[in-house]
């Protein structure tokens, strides 16, 4: 009997042991997650990013607007269908924007922006695949009435309305000009509504397909064919081709006429020459100033000459594309000063000043008495 108590009082003394080493441990443990009752999930919460962050560079300020009140963090790209309105924010208190120019330019009430408190919005009504490009926003920053872009603060994104029947973004252009030059890469603007789409670089004489291998020659569904070294054999007329996934006919783009430069940009290359540099009163002579340059290059003249505000003379400009050496294709603009009637006051020196984006470039001559 006393053997059996003590075995008794012996294991009552392990268990109470047990339990004062599990409590010791328990404390040890002090902050792990408890295991509540029922396997309820317990919320995690995250510490909240500051906006000073979230609003960093490389992220965009550019969302779309979904149903419900949901938005949509755009990136590179992104395929619509046409028909829905759509509607774009940009997070910021002064915004700028850039589209479509046609939209511009065809004065189109479909597309609004209004600038909020916070934001910028722009909607598009009806949007269809003529409004295939690129959407973009940008941060201004302002210093009184000087404005400039934030450039830390834009972001951009090429949107696709993607349309079965329209696999080419339409143009008002049915036959358009690609000036090709030896120093930088030209660009067959055949654009789709679908990245998707197989698209092919056709020329028409000799007839052909042009051979895409990435380098040399390569495809952009954002831009169309780009010809990295372009040089005087890729001349002709050229058209894409698309392949639909739900029609057996293809389509066919805008027709192209691929025309090599020969002038290299820079101020405009000048030249001036009168009818005669030696004329007597009462004669009639004329001064012509001629500039070579690149053909979609606008030149402006101006004139300093001995009779100004003086005397009356007529100006006629013009411009026009010529072959010039071996089959390049050049811009010739001249401006021509005609001098009617000539008098004493006439006699001297005649200045053509002109201009394009590059710079300008001044020449002259002299008119002189025949006596």
């Given at each position: 009997m006393k053997l059996w108590l003590f075995f008794t009082l012996a294991l009552l003394w392990l268990e109470v042991q047990n339990g004062v080493c599990q409590q010791v441990k328990r404390k040890k443990e002090a902050g792990e997650n408890r295991i509540r009752p029922g396997r309820k999930r317990v919320k995690v919460r995250y510490p909240k990013?500051?906006?000073?962050?979230?609003?960093?560079?490389?992220?965009?300020?550019?969302?779309?607007?979904?149903?419900?009140?949901?938005?949509?963090?755009?990136?590179?790209?992104?395929?619509?269908?046409?028909?829905?309105?759509?509607?774009?924010?940009?997070?910021?208190?002064?915004i700028g924007w850039a589209y479509p120019s046609y939209l511009d330019t065809f004065n189109d009430n479909?597309?609004?922006?209004?600038?909020?408190?916070?934001?910028?919005?722009?909607?598009?009504?009806?949007?269809?695949?003529?409004?295939t490009g690129e959407y973009s926003c940008w941060v201004v920053l302002c210093d009184g009435e000087e404005c400039t872009k934030d450039g830390e603060s834009t972001s951009a994104t090429y949107i696709y309305f993607t349309d079965k029947d329209e696999l080419f973004v339409p143009s008002a252009i049915h036959f358009e000009i690609i000036y090709l030059r030896p120093d930088k890469p030209a660009t067959v603007p055949c654009r789709v509504t679908n990245?998707?789409?197989?698209?092919?670089l056709?020329?028409?004489?000799?007839?052909?397909?042009?051979?895409v291998d990435g380098i040399q020659v390569s495809y952009n569904p954002m831009k169309g064919f780009i010809i990295q070294n372009p040089s005087p054999e890729h001349k002709g007329a050229y058209y894409c081709k698309a392949n639909s996934t739900t029609k057996t006919t293809p389509q066919i783009s805008t027709k192209y006429q691929l025309l090599y430069v020969e002038v290299p940009s820079g101020p405009p290359l000048v030249t001036i020459e009168a009818s005669s540099n030696i004329v007597s009163g009462g004669d009639i002579f004329n001064v012509t100033c001629t500039v070579l340059g690149e053909p979609e290059m606008n030149v402006s003249?101006?004139?300093s000459y001995p009779g100004q505000d003086q005397r009356p003379v007529s100006i006629h400009d013009s411009w026009r594309l010529i072959n010039h050496g071996v089959g390049h294709t050049t811009r010739i603009s001249q401006s021509v000063m005609i001098v009617d009637d000539v008098e004493t006051i006439d006699y001297g020196k005649y200045i053509c000043t002109t201009k394009n984006k590059h710079g300008e470039t001044l020449v002259a001559t002299t008119v002189k008495s025949h006596e």
């Open positions: 990013v500051k906006e000073k962050e979230a609003g960093s560079k490389g992220q965009s300020i550019l969302t779309q607007v979904l149903d419900k009140g949901r938005f949509l963090r755009l990136g590179e790209s992104l395929s619509l269908n046409p028909g829905k309105a759509m509607e774009l924010r940009c997070k910021g208190a002064n479909r597309l609004s922006i209004k600038q909020h408190e916070r934001y910028s919005q722009l909607i598009l009504t009806s949007p269809s695949a003529a409004d990245p998707k789409i197989n698209v092919s056709h020329r028409e004489v000799p007839a052909e397909e042009i051979a003249f101006s004139w």
